[in-house]
């Protein structure tokens, strides 16, 4: 029980790192992006490269996924949104799904349609050697992962509440005129924004990546697609929202599979989803109004 | 101190400034009047550097400024105070102020700016650890200029600071716009549609009409041309 319900906070984790990207970049930006799952399957195929050619060092795979992961998303915003920033908002999401189709095609090419695991003599210190917490026995790697993702939060929190930046970026959510009008570079906020919300998705991708050992060019499109539906849930402008609903959904997830057949977990996990939304429409933490929208 | 050279701003092809020239001078407080879409906007957004103007010229402080930056604009010594208030809701009012000292780096000098806005603003300080959006429009509107003080600026530019409040809030905001223009010698451009308050501290007024400045005069000469008194001054 207790196990499962850490592999299920371990899960839950990660699609809260996920919808917590959303979540950044569209309370700044007021878009939804599309291919945020396919920056969490270069987030997660950056940490392989790097593990499996230059060391095998987690650490080193994470930060890999964040530099890349960080550059690649401002390279998006700067190429594209921030031409589109007036136009109407179907443009930049056909622009999303535009960036999700070239990073899979990507992928494809680079590494191919088969499956690539982190080869066992690698990877087995980490996912094999475990510490027992009371009856149970949890895994490094597991361990890892969800103390890494929990520690990412944390810091995101206090990045948001105290940074002078991350002050300026809820200021320019708030009101990017007003924020124009006390100097800050509202550019430069979307820009780091977007690029701080992808980083968010590539460190899930690597997490993700080395807690099941797959990789493989499509690993992002139904995450992405539960993480998306974790942040509608959590009232798609709420960080506490998005990692609530993202930890709910993990846990559902992990042990709806004592009740029904496996195969059905995704299943479980939007019936679950969808029917918090009949119950609450504007999402656990929405107030049916964005947060984070101008004030008058 | 600053100075709008025959500027012509355009939105597309609308043509929203039709060659506005202005000055205002070191320590003076000069009000831009007229109605609505008149171009009072556009001139802020102008020398804001929100949007950029076809041709002429701004001048602020002798260094030429026409397509800079807002950042630029701001360390030049330009603060608005927008219209509405513009508070950023959800941020407490301290962080307001904060937001409003973003281009300086003086950690010292912005605590003692933050003191010295409590002096002037007590409210900076009453309601410092609250939501900004909490407050009533009164309190907003100091805090909005508390924020925009935070900048140092040589010159406040406030677009509306009338609106939406009442007549005796309205005096006491005025009041506080000469004393803050006394004491600290800083340049004021008041935006206005109500003429006769922003004359009644202004030393000169000028008049937009479809983006042209049709009358350029002293306030008290503005307070008695007829011409003003029948369209702007609610005098028949």
Redesign the interface.
Known sequence: MFEQLINGLTQGSIYALLALGFTIIFGVLRMVTFAHGEVFMVGAYSGFVVFTHLQDSLVLAIVAAVVTTFLLGALMEIVAFRRLRDAPHFSSLLVTIGFSVVLTQLALLIFGAEVEAIPMRQIEGLAFSEIRIGEVYVSYLQLSVLGVAILIMAATFLFFKYS?LG??I??TA??H?????????VNRIFTVTFAFGSMMGGIAGVLIGFYYNLFYPTMGVMLGLKAFSAAVIGGLASMPGAIVAGLMIGVVEVFSVDFVNSSFRHLIAFVFMFAILLIRPQGLFGSGQL??AR?? | MLQLNDVHTWYGSVHALRGVSLTVGEGEIVSLLGGNACGKSTTMKTI?G?VKPRSGEVIFGGQRITGK???Q???AGI??V?E?R??????TVR?NL???A??RRDTAGIAKDIDKMAEIFPVTASRAGQAA?TLSGGEQQMVAMA??LM?RPKLLIMDEPSMGLSPKFVRTIFDLIIELNRREGLSILVVEQNANMALSIASRGYVLQTGEVVIADTADALLNNPQMQKAYLGIA
Do not use: K, S, Y
């Open positions: 002078r002050t300026a809820r200021a708030q009101d005129e007003a924020a124009m009008a006390m100097g800050v570079d947060r984070g004030g008058d | 804001l929100w930056r807002p950042p604009i701001v360390d603060a608005p927008l509405r513009r508070m950023f809701p959800q941020l962080e904060m937001m409003g973003w281009r959006g924020r925009a900048a």
